[in-house]
């Protein structure tokens, strides 16, 4: 499953990425690495909404069989939102942004076409399940979770927004809670999940042959083999971003279980 948006609504207050052109890299790396291009699918723009998002992720669940091997690629903007459960460490979740978001609380929107990291976290969790200890799920974002980018101040921004465009907001989402919720402990992760930046940094696209990419993205296209371990894989991907010139710090980051780091990512 790959989803890929540029474009967001006028009225989302979300700028344009280049979330549509990481479509293409993705699905030609995938058919390199063995899957069958009529098992992909692919999200982009409109029709990347937070319930066709959801809705695609619930199908994938239904389809895959023990053994079988997953892969998701998300590219879209990246915010924190207020954490109301208290699971994450300073205070804020992180969250996907899909076509229909908006990146504040304009015209009363309080959230809830965010895709944030815990209800991602049990889809996630529902096909981890269904492909069993044996298969392989790999999960890889390429937006901006944006906690670094408010070390820069607005005329900073400004000036610099036509030389590098990021894929997240500098302001946080102040989710105003509808109800009680239980506190409860950090979510676990079974699988391996791919995120271009650390959540205190920006995400920034890399511009290759006059086409804008996301930098996770094209890293990926460039060295994703069937049989590389997850460490190999890290050790290739941070190579590629040392190639990439950069206005600001980024690392890749990865998160996966340690028994996992040996094993192959996709075979």
Same mark, same amino acid.
């Given at each position: 499953?790959?989803?890929?948006?540029?474009?967001?609504?006028?009225?989302?207050?979300?700028?344009?990425?280049?979330?549509?052109?990481?479509?293409?890299?993705?699905?030609?790396?995938?058919?390199?690495?063995?899957?069958?291009?009529?098992?992909?699918?692919?999200?982009?723009?409109?029709? !990347?909404?937070? &319930? =066709? *998002?959801?809705?695609?992720?619930?199908?994938?669940? $239904?389809? #895959?069989?023990?053994? %079988?091997?997953? @892969?998701?690629?998300?590219?879209?903007?990246?915010?924190?939102?207020?954490?109301?459960?208290?699971?994450?460490?300073?205070?804020?979740?992180?969250?996907?942004?899909?076509?229909?978001?908006?990146?504040?609380?304009?015209?009363?929107?309080?959230?809830?076409?965010?895709?944030?990291?815990?209800?991602?976290? !049990?889809?996630? &969790? =529902? *096909?981890?399940?269904?492909?069993?200890?044996?298969? $392989?799920? #790999?999960?890889?974002? %390429?937006?901006? @979770?944006?906690?670094?980018?408010?070390?820069?101040?607005?005329?900073?921004?400004?000036?610099?927004?036509?030389?590098?465009?990021?894929?997240?907001?500098?302001?946080?989402?102040?989710?105003?809670?509808?109800?009680?919720?239980?506190?409860?402990?950090?979510?676990?992760?079974?699988?391996?999940?791919?995120? !271009?930046?650390?959540?205190?940094?920006?995400?920034?696209?890399?511009?290759?042959?006059?086409?804008?990419?996301?930098?996770?993205?094209?890293?990926?296209?460039?060295?994703?083999?069937?049989?590389?371990?997850?460490?190999?894989?890290?050790?290739?991907?941070?190579?590629?971003?040392?190639?990439?010139?950069?206005?600001?710090?980024?690392?890749?980051?990865?998160?996966?279980?340690?028994?996992?780091?040996?094993?192959?990512?996709?075979?």
């Amino acid at each position: 499953m790959v989803v890929g948006i540029s474009i967001y609504p006028a009225e989302s207050g979300w700028s344009e990425i280049s979330g549509e052109n990481d479509i293409g890299l993705v699905v030609s790396m995938l058919t390199r690495c063995g899957f069958a291009e009529s098992n992909i699918t692919s999200l982009r723009n409109a029709e !990347a909404t937070k &319930a =066709a *998002i959801v809705g695609s992720l619930e199908r994938l669940q $239904r389809k #895959v069989r023990r053994g %079988d091997v997953a @892969y998701i690629h998300l590219s879209c903007h990246g915010q924190l939102i207020t954490d109301i459960d208290g699971d994450e460490d300073d205070g804020w979740d992180e969250a996907l942004i899909p076509y229909d978001a908006k990146i504040d609380d304009r015209e009363g929107y309080n959230g809830e076409r965010h895709i944030v990291d815990d209800e991602l976290n !049990a889809l996630l &969790a =529902a *096909i981890k399940h269904r492909i069993g200890d044996k298969g $392989r799920l #790999v999960v890889v974002v %390429d937006a901006c @979770y944006s906690g670094g980018v408010s070390r820069h101040n607005e005329a900073e921004m400004a000036a610099e927004a036509a030389e590098i465009v990021v894929r997240g907001a500098r302001k946080k989402f102040d989710l105003q809670p509808t109800s009680e919720v239980a506190q409860r402990e950090p979510l676990k992760i079974e699988w391996c999940c791919i995120s !271009a930046c650390q959540s205190y940094q920006v995400n920034q696209e890399y511009r290759a042959d006059g086409v804008s990419y996301g930098r996770l993205s094209y890293a990926l296209s460039r060295v994703l083999e069937p049989t590389l371990s997850v460490e190999r894989l890290q050790q290739l991907v941070a190579e590629q971003y040392e190639a990439m010139p950069r206005r600001y710090p980024q690392q890749a980051m990865f998160d996966v279980e340690p028994s996992l780091t040996k094993q192959s990512v996709i075979r």
